[in-house]
Protein backbone atom coordinates (compact mmCIF):
# COMPACT_ATOMS: atom_id res chain seq x y z
CA UNK A 1 0.00 0.00 0.00
CA UNK A 2 1.01 3.21 -0.85
CA UNK A 3 0.47 6.34 1.31
CA UNK A 4 -0.21 9.80 -0.80
CA UNK A 5 1.06 11.84 2.56
CA UNK A 6 4.72 10.51 2.33
CA UNK A 7 4.82 10.81 -1.21
CA UNK A 8 7.42 13.47 -2.41
CA UNK A 9 8.33 15.86 -5.02
CA UNK A 10 9.39 19.09 -6.28
CA UNK A 11 6.35 21.25 -5.70
CA UNK A 12 7.72 24.33 -6.56
CA UNK A 13 11.06 25.91 -8.92
CA UNK A 14 11.90 28.38 -6.72
CA UNK A 15 14.14 26.07 -4.75
CA UNK A 16 18.22 26.71 -5.44
CA UNK A 17 18.57 22.14 -6.10
CA UNK A 18 15.34 21.94 -8.31
CA UNK A 19 16.49 25.26 -10.64
CA UNK A 20 19.77 24.00 -10.84
CA UNK A 21 18.29 20.53 -11.87
CA UNK A 22 16.24 22.31 -14.39
CA UNK A 23 19.04 24.35 -15.87
CA UNK A 24 21.58 21.45 -16.17
CA UNK A 25 19.15 19.57 -17.87
CA UNK A 26 17.73 22.19 -20.27
CA UNK A 27 20.25 24.56 -21.02
CA UNK A 28 22.91 22.27 -23.05
CA UNK A 29 20.78 20.67 -25.39
CA UNK A 30 20.69 24.24 -28.01
CA UNK A 31 24.82 23.66 -27.70
CA UNK A 32 25.06 19.84 -28.15
CA UNK A 33 22.43 20.04 -31.20
CA UNK A 34 24.19 22.76 -33.09
CA UNK A 35 27.06 20.28 -32.65
CA UNK A 36 25.83 17.61 -33.54
CA UNK A 37 24.22 18.96 -36.66
CA UNK A 38 27.75 20.60 -37.89
CA UNK A 39 29.71 17.16 -37.13
CA UNK A 40 26.95 15.65 -38.75
CA UNK A 41 27.55 17.39 -41.99
CA UNK A 42 30.94 17.26 -41.89
CA UNK A 43 30.69 13.47 -42.07
CA UNK A 44 28.02 13.31 -44.71
CA UNK A 45 30.59 15.26 -46.29
CA UNK A 46 33.29 12.81 -46.07
CA UNK A 47 31.01 10.15 -46.94
CA UNK A 48 30.23 11.97 -50.17
CA UNK A 49 33.41 12.49 -50.78
CA UNK A 50 34.05 8.63 -50.46
CA UNK A 51 31.08 7.35 -52.37
CA UNK A 52 33.28 6.19 -55.72
CA UNK A 53 35.19 3.83 -53.45
CA UNK A 54 31.99 2.31 -51.63
CA UNK A 55 29.73 0.13 -53.40
CA UNK A 56 25.53 1.31 -53.19
CA UNK A 57 24.79 -1.09 -50.31
CA UNK A 58 27.58 0.20 -48.65
CA UNK A 59 26.56 4.43 -49.03
CA UNK A 60 22.97 3.49 -48.65
CA UNK A 61 24.05 1.58 -45.14
CA UNK A 62 25.78 4.88 -43.99
CA UNK A 63 23.43 6.99 -44.99
CA UNK A 64 20.93 5.37 -43.16
CA UNK A 65 23.16 5.26 -39.78
CA UNK A 66 23.76 8.51 -39.85
CA UNK A 67 20.24 9.81 -40.21
CA UNK A 68 19.25 7.44 -37.07
CA UNK A 69 22.14 8.50 -35.24
CA UNK A 70 20.81 12.08 -35.41
CA UNK A 71 17.07 11.23 -34.66
CA UNK A 72 18.29 9.64 -31.33
CA UNK A 73 20.88 12.27 -30.70
CA UNK A 74 17.54 14.51 -30.73
CA UNK A 75 15.39 12.63 -28.09
CA UNK A 76 16.69 15.01 -24.95
CA UNK A 77 14.13 17.78 -26.57
CA UNK A 78 11.76 15.44 -24.86
CA UNK A 79 13.52 16.78 -21.51
CA UNK A 80 12.58 20.43 -22.54
CA UNK A 81 9.29 19.88 -23.35
CA UNK A 82 8.58 17.94 -19.63
CA UNK A 83 10.64 20.60 -18.03
CA UNK A 84 8.80 23.73 -19.92
CA UNK A 85 5.35 22.69 -19.26
CA UNK A 86 6.61 22.22 -15.53
CA UNK A 87 8.14 25.48 -15.50
CA UNK A 88 4.34 27.03 -17.55
CA UNK A 89 2.83 25.57 -14.57
CA UNK A 90 4.54 26.87 -12.14
CA UNK A 91 4.70 30.41 -13.21
CA UNK A 92 1.11 29.96 -13.71
CA UNK A 93 0.67 31.13 -17.29
CA UNK A 94 -0.81 27.82 -18.53
CA UNK A 95 -2.23 25.16 -16.69
CA UNK A 96 -4.17 22.52 -17.14
CA UNK A 97 -4.43 18.47 -16.67
CA UNK A 98 -2.97 17.82 -20.20
CA UNK A 99 -0.38 19.48 -19.94
CA UNK A 100 0.68 18.48 -16.57
CA UNK A 101 0.15 15.06 -18.13
CA UNK A 102 2.87 15.44 -20.80
CA UNK A 103 5.06 16.41 -18.06
CA UNK A 104 6.18 12.76 -17.22
CA UNK A 105 4.50 11.59 -20.78
CA UNK A 106 7.90 12.97 -22.51
CA UNK A 107 9.80 11.50 -20.52
CA UNK A 108 8.26 7.84 -20.58
CA UNK A 109 8.64 8.21 -24.43
CA UNK A 110 12.24 9.04 -24.18
CA UNK A 111 13.17 5.90 -21.95
CA UNK A 112 11.02 3.81 -24.53
CA UNK A 113 12.94 4.68 -27.08
CA UNK A 114 16.42 4.65 -25.67
CA UNK A 115 18.15 1.85 -26.47
CA UNK A 116 20.22 -0.16 -23.62
Given at each position: MYCIQQATGHASIYKPLTLFTIFAVTVPVGPI??????VRKMVLRKL??????????????????????????????????GVSCYGLCQLDIV??????????????????TYQY
Open positions: FLTIFIAARAQQMSDKTARLQDTLAKVLTLQAMLPIFFTVCSPVQEHFIMEGLSVLYL
